[in-house]
């Protein structure tokens, strides 16, 4: 598929490579909620979006919306557990992740799903990863996201303002831990500015979607 991506001013190397780790800062958002933050922790990243771009057999989806059947506004990949990731730089990634936290997690990242927003009419709703055992067990969810940067939104669980946006992209790491999955939602929203496309790739435990 073809998606055309304004390269990022501040990355121009084509070595595809991760970054340390040390750079995470973390925000604690209350009720045992947490997001750790790295820009720019994968070099390479316009790269690594072209290569996802052209390579991943993205799928369209249509869900049931009330009574009628709607398209979902992103394109979507997914990856279960043991299956071969779309490049080795995110095999890398995920294993980092796992050791890194390793203490608190207790458990490997195990999956990985892939989600194509091709322009700023692609979004996805309020919503917590709350399928399975999140929701009703710590855990975490990693987001690797490269292209155009869009805006993760937070806030708690049941509505409310927003209480942490961060614009995602070219790089950029989030990790949401704790209790974030059911205490708080995460958004992307619609954009009405002009922006280009970008590929988030979230890593998850066994067992949490």
């Known amino acids: 598929m073809h998606a055309h991506l304004q390269a990022s001013l501040f990355d ?11 750079g995470l800062e973390r925000t604690e958002l209350g009720s045992g909620a947490w997001v750790d933050h790295l820009p720019g922790w994968l070099h390479g ?16 989806e249509r869900r049931q919306m009330y009574e009628r059947e709607v398209d979902v506004p992103r394109l979507l990949a997914s990856y279960g557990e043991g299956e071969p990731l779309p490049h080795p730089v995110l095999a890398e990634a995920r294993d980092a992740l796992g050791r890194h936290y390793a203490g608190e997690l207790g458990e490997p990242f195990a999956t990985a799903g892939l989600c194509l927003y091709r322009d ?6 309020w919503h917590g990863d709350r399928t399975g055992r999140s929701s009703s067990e710590d855990t975490m969810v990693a987001i690797l996201s490269v292209g155009d940067p869009r805006d993760l939104a937070l806030r708690p669980r049941g509505g409310g303002p927003v209480a942490l ?10 990790v949401m831990g704790g209790s974030c999955q059911r ?11 002009a922006v280009g496309p970008r590929i988030s790739i979230q890593f998850r435990t066994r067992g949490v979607q």
Request: aromatic share 6%; no cysteine.
């Open 12 to 22: 121009q190397t084509d070595e595809i490579r991760l970054g340390p780790l040390t």
């Open 45 to 60: 990243a316009d790269a690594l979006f072209e290569r996802l771009a052209a390579d991943v057999p993205w799928r369209a």
């Open 120 to 125: 700023g009419r692609d979004s996805v709703a």
């Open 165 to 174: 946006r961060l614009p995602l992209g070219h790089g950029d790491l989030v």
């Open 183 to 193: 205490t708080w939602d995460h958004a992307v929203p619609k954009s009405a500015r």
